[in-house]
């Protein structure tokens, strides 16, 4: 039995059918692949962190999950859970739907989705130059793994799991009392 080849599209061919689709695509290398919905908690998680984020960055733009990030490297068109960008936004090919340089990109996870986020998303988000800090936060547990750019170019990783930890993030911090009041 002959197989049908498989169908690859180009990035803009991607966002062609993403903008007119009634629901959210992510682009894996000419491969698009529809995205399930979250659970409550992970939208109040991910609510939760952006308007954190947004009272304390004040010098910076704090971004929902409804912006794509393209990560060029790996062409790869992503929705992190929230984005930051301190300094003037990089659009792909002038779309303003598609941000090229984060500063900080936040994922909640769920059982079924943590060793994407935590693992191959998280190396490819690393691969991005202006990026600094990913923030990967468990909906389930009260649980923050942090990982920050060093001058060298390295990254350090940090995992938070007591409910009295402070997390740096950027130039400010979040407690677990915030992130999880009445989640966990």
Known sequence: MATQPQVR???LEYL?????????????NGQIHAMSGGTEPHSRLSSRIGALLNLRLSDCRVYDSNLKLYIEQFDKGVYPDCMVLCGL??????????????????EVF??????YDRGEKASYYRSIPSLQEILIISQDQVFVERSKR???????LVQYTSRHERIPVLNSELTFQEIYAGIL
């Open 16 to 28: 062609d059918l993403e903008r007119s689709a009634d629901y959210k695509s992510e682009f894996h």
């Open 110 to 115: 769920s059982p079924s989705s943590e060793r």
């Open 89 to 106: 936004p990089h659009f792909w090919n002038g779309q303003s739907d598609v941000i090229l340089n984060p500063s900080l990109v936040v």
């Open 9 to 11: 599209f180009s990035f």
């Open 150 to 156: 060093q001058g060298d170019s390295t990254w350090t």
